[in-house]
């Protein structure tokens, strides 16, 4: 599985972005996509997955209400629309895929990463 992240820039604080994350390779039916971010000198952290079967998704508290993760089946790609964004959101961010929609909140679940996009947030 090969995954492309992209959309990532510079925007002021209450700003929208909306990353891209394209799948590509042989892939199951029941994956789950994720996004994590990693600011400078701090771990990576889990922000929000959708299931590709159900469309079911799942989010951290700190982007719950101003974040959306979702996926456009016929193009095997998943999008992170990023709302109100703060300079506490900036960081790169990650898509990563896995198999099952378990420990979902664990980087280490995952067994695919895409390149990684920077986000950026000015005040």
């Known amino acids: 599985v090969q995954l492309q992240a992209s959309g990532g820039g510079l925007v002021q604080a209450g700003g929208s972005l909306r990353l891209s994350c394209a799948a590509s390779g042989r892939t199951f039916s029941s994956y789950v996509m994720g996004w994590f971010r990693q600011a400078p000198g701090k771990e990576r952290e889990f922000v929000a997955a959708i299931s590709w079967s159900n469309g079911r998704t799942h989010y951290a508290d700190s982007v719950k209400g101003r974040f959306t993760i979702s996926r456009d089946n016929a193009k095997n790609t998943v999008y992170l629309q990023m709302n109100s964004l703060k300079p506490e959101d900036t960081a790169v961010y990650y898509c990563?895929?896995?198999?099952?929609?378990?420990?979902?909140?664990?980087?280490?679940?995952?067994?695919?990463w895409g390149q990684g996009t920077q986000v950026t947030v000015s005040s």
């Open positions: 990563a895929y896995k198999g099952s929609w378990y420990q979902i909140h664990s980087s280490a679940e995952y067994d695919y």
